[in-house]
């Protein structure tokens, strides 16, 4: 077998742990900046941003284009 690596950025990346490096990374404030959503803005939790993601995928976009960038500096 090959090992075949996968050209996907996110490939592999649970949306938990990527929204736990982009709060260790930026902080709610400023992803509540750059992602203007209320679970970043007011009382914010991975637990409830979670919630938020999955049900919308406009913010889940946003957060991992967020993340995307970070990664490649």
Same mark, same amino acid.
């Given at each position: 077998?090959?090992?075949?690596?996968? #050209?996907? =950025? !996110?490939? @592999? +990346?649970?949306? &938990?742990? !990527? *929204?736990?490096?982009?709060?260790?990374?930026?902080?709610?404030?400023? *992803? @509540?900046?750059?992602? =203007? +959503? /209320?679970? $970043? *803005? $007011?009382? =914010?939790? +991975? %637990?409830?941003? *979670?919630? $938020? !993601? /999955? %049900? #919308? =995928?406009?913010? /889940?976009?946003?957060?991992? &284009? +967020?993340?995307? @960038?970070?990664?490649?500096?």
């Amino acid at each position: 077998m090959t090992g075949h690596k996968s #050209n996907d =950025p !996110l490939h @592999g +990346i649970t949306l &938990e742990r !990527l *929204l736990t490096e982009l709060v260790a990374e930026f902080g709610w404030r400023e *992803l @509540g900046k750059r992602v =203007p +959503i /209320r679970c $970043f *803005l $007011f009382d =914010p939790s +991975i %637990k409830s941003s *979670l919630t $938020f !993601l /999955r %049900k #919308n =995928p406009w913010a /889940r976009t946003k957060v991992e &284009e +967020i993340y995307v @960038g970070m990664k490649s500096g």
